[in-house]
């Protein structure tokens, strides 16, 4: 049987750049939500620097005792001991049989299990000689940006002695694969592979060796999405209207970070200093996402004057005065640190009220729409209606509306830096549209909306949710995202024959 191409769609072109290396453009115009890309992984397989996992399905901690791979020994649920079409007999079962390397389950207390860290780059490497044409074409041209990585020493060494030396002393696989060739797929794997989940969502990593080289930035204008039910296949969608030869960008960062923190991130591990237009501009395209209040006057906020430098100062447009790089950043982690323990609280009232006083606290020392601030408030989002104390059904008109404001204030952020095809948003939108129809319900029952306010404000519910919904029914059925998608749909539909049932009488 002749094996399916990896490369199922492709609406784009490759280019180089001295800057960027290779890189991906449209082909063509495309409208937003349009397909762009749609590819098979060269290898999936376990994070690096993770608990020990199941081999087949990557749920984590499996029975160290009892939950073993018959043929190797090796991690392996006794669900997937059943099923012999899974990765790990595909793959690596034969060669740590073969070669009798042992597993060693983890001392107590232990939670990163170094051993494992070798099975996605054997992954890749018996992918490459499964698939040499393909390897040579697509992967030996990837960066992995060796002499960087070496810099870190520690690093290097662990990966050395946890991987390279690993496979090729107790896996016996000198004869077949290089220190150099691996320490390449090492490289080739942190730079450019990209987060999944399983099934049951487990958190795993794959290799999308023509997806992989997309550019960065911090505002992207593609849209992923990987599908565990067709084998983790890949579809890259426009996030907005691209034009032909448009440069494809894709953030390999969080967006929702300050330009500080997505700096340090990229820096440390893709290994170079992003220059996009919202790294470069001070208040982050309008947003003050990273700005602190200024403590000399009453209106201004301290901007970083070169935000992609280390040592930048940060000064007030309206009065001038100066702060250094060390002391803001210094006063960010404090609050961060706060913000931390806050976070580890269990799930309920005390932790709601306790984010809202961190809110009212950072008033006086953040812009409104720091990123602070506005991780804060995705807390928020989720615990109105959800937390015991707050459930949705109990609260009153003025908390439905903190919720609903809560709400525009993330997608004003986000409106921004991801526009348009965004899952972020998508949730956002149907958190929202919930204290609407809550509100506009209240509001008719009180006598303080007439018919046609109560059916223009549901329209406008409706409008959200038709929008999370265009969003997300491009998700995989089984992910998180994919089962809000039927929910919203549902609420959709509901909400349609409401408002239809109304009747022309109300007016």
Same mark, same amino acid.
């Given at each position: ?5 990896t490369?199922?769609?492709?609406r784009?072109a490759?280019?180089w ?21 749609e ?5 999936v ?8 996992v199941?081999l087949?399905?990557y749920?984590?901690?499996p029975?160290?005792?009892e939950e073993?791979c ?7 649920c ?13 793959l690596e079962c034969r060669?740590l049989?073969?070669?009798r390397? @042992?597993?060693?389950p983890?001392?107590s207390?232990?939670?990163?299990c170094?051993q ?29 940006h ?11 060494h662990?990966d ?10 107790p ?6 694969f290089?220190?150099e060739?691996?320490?390449q797929?090492v490289?080739?794997?942190?730079v450019?592979?990209f987060?999944a989940r399983s099934?049951?969502?487990?958190p795993?990593?794959?290799l999308?060796?023509y997806?992989g080289?997309? =550019? ?10 990987i599908?565990?039910s ?6 890259l969608?426009?996030?907005v209207d691209?034009e032909?030869?448009?440069?494809l960008h894709h953030?390999?960062?969080y ?7 997505r700096?340090?991130?990229l820096?440390?591990?893709?290994f170079f200093?992003c220059?996009c237009?919202?790294?470069?501009d ?6 003050h996402?990273?700005s602190?209040?200024c403590g000399q ?16 100062s940060w ?12 002391? =803001?950043?210094a ?9 931390n323990a806050v976070?580890?609280?269990?799930m ?6 306790e984010?809202? @006083? ?8 953040l812009?409104?729409l ?8 995705q807390l928020l989002?989720?615990m109105?209606?959800?937390?015991q104390?707050?459930?949705?059904v109990?609260l ?10 809560l709400?525009r ?8 830096f991801e526009?348009?095809l965004?899952?972020t ?7 929202l549209?919930v204290?609407l129809?809550l509100?506009?319900k209240?509001g008719?029952?009180a ?7 109560l059916r =223009?404000r549901?329209?406008?519910?409706i ?14 059925k089984s992910?998180?995202?994919?089962v809000?998608c039927v929910?919203?749909q549902q609420?959709?539909?509901q ?9 022309s009488?109300?007016?």
């Amino acid at each position: 049987m002749t094996a399916p191409p990896t490369l199922s769609v492709n609406r784009t072109a490759v280019q180089w750049s001295p800057v960027c290396g290779r890189y991906l453009v449209a082909k063509g115009a495309t409208l937003g939500h349009g397909l762009l890309i749609e590819e098979l992984p060269l290898a999936v397989g376990p994070k690096c620097n993770g608990p020990v996992v199941c081999l087949g399905c990557y749920e984590t901690d499996p029975n160290p005792e009892e939950e073993l791979c018959s043929e190797c020994g090796w991690p392996l649920c006794a669900e997937c001991s059943e099923q012999a079409d899974n990765a790990h007999f595909q793959l690596e079962c034969r060669e740590l049989r073969d070669a009798r390397a @042992r597993f060693f389950p983890l001392p107590s207390g232990s939670s990163h299990c170094p051993q494992l860290d070798c099975i996605m780059p054997l992954r890749v490497l018996l992918a490459k000689e499964a698939n040499p044409e393909r390897w040579d074409s697509e992967v030996a041209p990837m960066e992995h940006h060796e002499e960087e990585r070496k810099k870190d020493a520690d690093v290097w060494h662990a990966d050395r002695v946890n991987i390279a030396q690993y496979l090729r002393g107790p896996c016996k696989l000198a004869s077949r694969f290089s220190e150099e060739l691996i320490m390449q797929v090492v490289g080739v794997l942190e730079v450019n592979a990209f987060e999944a989940r399983s099934p049951k969502g487990y958190p795993l990593r794959c290799l999308f060796p023509y997806t992989g080289i997309l =550019a960065h930035n911090c505002v992207p204008n593609t849209s992923r999405s990987i599908y565990p039910s067709e084998g983790y296949k890949i579809r890259l969608r426009a996030m907005v209207d691209l034009e032909e030869g448009q440069p494809l960008h894709h953030s390999y960062t969080y967006t929702l970070d300050g330009t500080a923190q997505r700096q340090k991130h990229l820096k440390q591990g893709k290994f170079f200093t992003c220059q996009c237009d919202r790294c470069l501009d001070p208040t982050e395209l309008g947003t003050h996402f990273s700005s602190l209040k200024c403590g000399q006057c009453a209106e201004g906020y301290q901007v970083p004057r070169q935000p992609t430098e280390a040592d930048t100062s940060w000064s007030c447009a309206s009065c001038g005065s100066d702060t250094s790089n060390v002391e =803001a950043l210094a006063m960010l982690q404090s609050l961060q640190s706060e913000v931390n323990a806050v976070q580890a609280l269990p799930m309920g009232a005390k932790r709601l009220e306790e984010v809202e @006083r961190l809110l009212r606290k950072y008033k006086s020392l953040l812009h409104p729409l720091h990123f602070i601030a506005t991780g804060l408030r995705q807390l928020l989002i989720e615990m109105y209606g959800r937390v015991q104390g707050y459930e949705m059904v109990q609260l009153p008109d003025h908390q439905l509306e903190r919720k609903a404001e809560l709400c525009r204030q993330v997608l004003r952020v986000l409106n921004t830096f991801e526009p348009g095809l965004s899952r972020t948003r998508a949730m956002n939108l149907y958190e929202l549209h919930v204290p609407l129809v809550l509100l506009a319900k209240t509001g008719f029952i009180a006598g303080k909306l007439k018919g046609g306010e109560l059916r =223009a404000r549901l329209v406008d519910a409706i409008d959200l949710l038709k929008e999370c919904v265009e969003i997300l029914e491009f998700e995989d059925k089984s992910s998180q995202e994919g089962v809000l998608c039927v929910v919203a749909q549902q609420a959709l539909k509901q909400l349609t024959l409401s408002v239809e049932g109304l009747g022309s009488e109300l007016d």
